[in-house]
């Protein structure tokens, strides 16, 4: 399957029976929400709160040398005010948004009610500007005692009493008449919405509503593991923008395909300068995904669209190669996908191929297949490879933006499985000129060897320079270099004598 195929509905991703199950049952109800609101205290998926006192927004910009971080508003308030010392002016000078400043109480003396302006409930308020405007504090001492509503602010929180024939408090009814100075229409129960959801789109948050039942539960999954394991942090800008690519172009499920054909697509989704983020996620949860799911997974292992190397690898032979998952699925049509797992299955029992050539040459044939579906010929029977096909594929070949070496490597790739298939007569069908000959293939270019120049060489193998080294496992392991000529990365994982 391509990355062209890839985003067609009803692509076949593999998944063991009762995934959708499987995952229900492993991600905690916490996060198997459409919309996901972390906690303020989770650094992973909230990141760093605002600096500013009471403000429920995260973090998102940070001047050198500050001591923390301050949302978009604040950001741009302070840098209104000339960006003065963010730690005194997070303190002492900003103002909260408007939808997270706390409602006090009224000043005066056993007033129930909550300010309005000058520390005072509107009553109160009145009665000083009558008075003359004395000082609040001698007349919060001997104000009068005024009337306050029967009932509670209808602003969940607010614990405050309404005002006289209202349904709420000072502070917040102050703030719903400025409101309907811009929205006449604006009704208390519209105001106390338009509050709480100010509130909320301050707070980050995660909404996965428009993806489809599947996709939804594989992307919780993968915030529930990235808040347990306490990785980097993702930002809901990010996760918003994977959302969008996967509503835009919907798939089945995140294994679909092969970590390849999600590359390409996020290549034509997205520029370069975005592109790695994204992605990253992306990738992300794909590999914790493909790590339940291998936990589960029935049958054999051979039959499996995408193969677990630590499963394949018994001994650990390989386990320090990179590669960790071979992909089968993007092969095109499926016998042909079939066809190279038996290939692949009798290379890695006969240890003529490791893991990681293997993938390389699942990709080279994944590539050969993506071609003949691009060109309208897709693969009925192997009879169809015929010396015209590989002519032109070889001409192509030529024409990629790719190094010779791997241009080398996608002709030999196949030449070596159309003839594994020929020797063992897996396709009978396949016809006795569809091989590319010597000659036909562009020999590898020779690098010249490096040598280390012998002046550098006597600073290195010299008892007095390797004494300088900061401890004897480093100078051992050069002692070890030198005298076998192993390569760094086999001297480091040689076993200890015991």
Same mark, same amino acid.
């Given at each position: 399957m391509s990355a062209r195929l890839a985003w067609q509905p009803g692509a076949r991703p593999e998944r063991p029976a009762g995934w959708e199950a499987l995952l229900e049952e492993t991600i905690r109800p916490e996060f198997r929400v459409r919309v996901y609101r972390p906690?303020?205290?989770?650094?992973?998926?909230?990141?760093?709160?605002?600096?500013?006192?009471?403000?429920?927004?995260? =973090?998102?910009?940070?001047?050198?040398?500050?001591?923390?971080h301050l949302c978009a508003v604040h950001a741009r308030a302070w840098g209104a005010a000339d960006e003065p010392p963010q730690a005194d002016w997070a303190k002492n000078r900003a103002r909260g948004r408007r939808s997270d400043r706390v409602v006090e109480g009224c000043v005066a003396t056993g007033c129930p009610r909550s300010v309005d302006s000058q520390g005072l409930c509107g009553p109160h308020y009145h009665h000083w500007q009558r008075t003359g405007r004395p000082p609040i504090a001698q007349f919060a001492a001997d104000a009068p005692t005024v009337r306050t509503g029967s009932g509670a602010c209808l602003v969940p929180g607010c614990g405050f009493p309404t005002v006289w024939g209202g349904r709420l408090c000072d502070g917040h009814n102050k703030s719903y008449q400025w409101l309907r100075r811009y929205r006449p229409d604006a009704g208390v129960e519209g105001y106390v919405q338009?509050?709480?959801?100010?509130?909320?789109?301050?707070?980050?948050?995660?909404?996965?509503?428009?993806?489809?039942?599947?996709? +939804?539960?594989?992307?919780?999954?993968?915030?529930?593991?990235?808040? @347990?394991?306490?990785?980097?942090?993702?930002?809901?800008?990010?996760?918003?923008?994977?959302?969008?690519?996967?509503?835009?172009?919907?798939?089945?499920?995140?294994?679909?395909?092969?970590?390849?054909?999600?590359?390409?697509?996020?290549?034509?989704?997205?520029?370069?300068?975005?592109?790695?983020?994204?992605?990253? +996620?992306?990738?992300?949860?794909? =590999?914790?995904?493909?790590?339940?799911?291998?936990?589960?997974?029935?049958?054999?292992?051979?039959?499996?669209?995408?193969w677990p190397v630590p499963r394949l690898d018994i001994g650990g032979r390989y386990r320090r190669q990179p590669v960790r998952r071979i992909y089968f699925a993007d092969i095109e049509p499926d016998w042909l996908r079939a066809l190279a797992k038996?290939?692949?299955?009798?290379? %890695?029992?006969?240890?003529?191929?490791?893991?990681?050539?293997?993938?390389?040459?699942?990709?080279?044939?994944?590539?050969?297949?993506?071609?003949?579906? @691009?060109?309208?010929?897709?693969?009925?029977?192997?009879?169809?490879?015929?010396?015209?096909?590989?002519? @032109?594929?070889?001409?192509?070949?030529?024409? %990629?933006?790719?190094?010779?070496?791997?241009?080398?490597?996608?002709?030999?790739? %196949?030449?070596v499985f159309l003839d594994d298939v020929r020797l063992h007569e897996w396709a009978p069908g396949l016809p006795a000129n569809a091989t590319y000959y010597r000659g036909e293939i562009p020999a590898k270019q020779r690098a010249m060897p490096r040598f280390i120049d012998e002046f550098v060489m006597g600073q290195i193998d010299n008892d007095s320079n390797l004494a300088a080294l900061p401890d004897e496992t480093l100078r051992t392991l050069l002692v070890v270099l030198i005298e076998t000529g192993l390569r760094s990365v086999d001297a480091r994982h040689l076993p200890f004598d015991r």
């Open positions: 906690k303020p205290d989770d650094a992973v998926l909230f990141g760093p709160r605002c600096i500013v006192e009471g403000c429920r927004a995260r =973090g998102l910009q940070r001047a050198k040398g500050a001591p923390g338009h509050l709480l959801g100010a509130r909320e789109r301050a707070a980050p948050r995660f909404d996965m509503r428009d993806l489809a039942q599947l996709v +939804w539960l594989e992307l919780a999954y993968g915030l529930q593991c990235r808040h @347990d394991q306490q990785g980097a942090a993702i930002t809901p800008l990010i996760f918003g923008q994977v959302v969008r690519w996967l509503r835009d172009e919907p798939v089945d499920s995140l294994l679909i395909g092969s970590d390849a054909a999600w590359a390409k697509a996020a290549g034509e989704r997205f520029p370069p300068k975005v592109r790695p983020n994204p992605l990253a +996620w992306l990738r992300y949860c794909r =590999g914790v995904l493909q790590r339940l799911r291998d936990e589960r997974h029935g049958g054999e292992v051979w039959e499996w669209d995408t038996r290939w692949a299955r009798w290379r %890695l029992t006969t240890v003529t191929k490791s893991p990681a050539s293997i993938a390389v040459s699942t990709s080279s044939l994944r590539r050969f297949t993506s071609w003949l579906a @691009d060109r309208g010929e897709p693969l009925q029977t192997l009879a169809e490879i015929t010396r015209g096909v590989l002519e @032109d594929y070889r001409a192509h070949v030529h024409t %990629l933006p790719v190094s010779a070496m791997r241009q080398n490597g996608l002709l030999t790739d %196949l030449k």
